[in-house]
């Protein structure tokens, strides 16, 4: 990334906040295959024991298209927006700021990959403890099907399932999967932004790559692969907690997952996760990087 010490905090945040929306709005129907298949177990009801409804990234989205139509596709994204503005912004603002108070403000030098890793961490978390309840309502409308016909939709719509959610089951309910989801987003924007970071400098030092857009679209896929292969266990879990309230806690969720369809569970959806992950990232930060020259 360009840099960032020549921007102020708030203007970081925007352009963070904008191009994680904007990245949003492009990945989120590779975000709702990814979920569907997570939440997809063994043996679904009435489907027969052992037949699956949902077949990989593209027919997934097919079967959401066909039962539910198309703007299915885009179920959660309201909430979705909320949080990329909120976790989006945060955890790229505050990066840069945290980066140079663990390594000191008078170091001169490369920043070291663990003081990378460290400052994502810490910034991925408070990020998300903010962002958690647009995170669970984008979970809870993103795994609604088709509504039987005469059957009321649990929630019409992003602000009604906040409400819906606070009235019924406590305000502290929106912050369900807090601890999977601190340690999902935190390990996940660890790998992202370390990894974007480092591979960003590899490419850089080879001779006649600049810091142009394909230094970035490698950079971002990059991304993206570590913090699919770091984060998908995390990612599952946090997504049957949020989407099921059958689960006692993390543990339970991960114990009785495991128990029931193997290790293989923690990796559903590892395709269109990695596709949406990848693609996200490319655009994410190919537009962040563009955004920010509006300010330097």
């Known amino acids: 990334m360009s840099d960032p010490t020549l921007i102020s905090f708030h203007r970081i945040f925007l352009s963070s906040a904008f191009a994680a929306c904007f990245a949003e709005l492009f990945t989120l129907p590779l975000d709702i295959a990814k979920v569907r298949l997570q939440l997809q177990k063994k043996g679904n009801v009435g489907e027969g024991v052992g037949v699956p409804k949902y077949y990989g990234l593209t027919g997934t989205m097919l079967t959401i298209v066909q039962e539910e139509g198309l703007f299915a596709l885009w179920k959660g994204v309201v909430p979705g927006l909320h949080r990329q503005f909120v976790y989006g912004g945060l955890r790229i603002g505050l990066y840069e700021p945290v980066k140079a108070f663990i390594v000191g403000s008078v170091f001169v030098g490369d920043v070291s990959l663990f003081s990378k890793i460290l400052a994502a961490l810490i910034t991925g978390a408070v990020a998300i403890t903010l962002a958690s309840p647009t995170d669970l309502v984008k979970v809870r409308l993103q795994t609604e099907g088709k509504t039987p016909f005469g059957v009321p939709k649990r929630y019409l719509g ?11 089951e406590g305000l502290a309910a929106l912050w369900t999967g807090l601890g999977p989801n601190i340690a999902r987003n935190a390990t996940i924007n660890a ?20 810091d142009g857009a394909l230094t970035h679209l490698f950079a971002g896929f990059g991304a993206g692969f570590f913090a699919v292969c770091i984060g998908s266990p995390l990612d599952v879990v ?11 806690n993390t543990f339970d969720c991960f114990l009785r997952t495991l128990k029931s369809e193997g290790p293989g569970a923690f990796y559903k959806g590892f395709l269109p996760n990695f596709t949406r992950l990848g693609i996200w990232n490319v655009i994410m930060f190919s537009t962040l990087e563009q955004v920010k020259q509006l300010f330097i």
């Open 238 to 248: 946090k997504s049957r907690m949020m989407g099921d309230s059958i689960y006692k």
């Open 191 to 210: 790998a992202e932004l370390a990894s974007y970071d480092h591979v960003k400098e590899a490419i850089l030092r080879i001779p006649g790559f600049t």
């Open 158 to 168: 992003a602000m009604d399932a906040y409400y819906t959610i606070a009235k019924q």
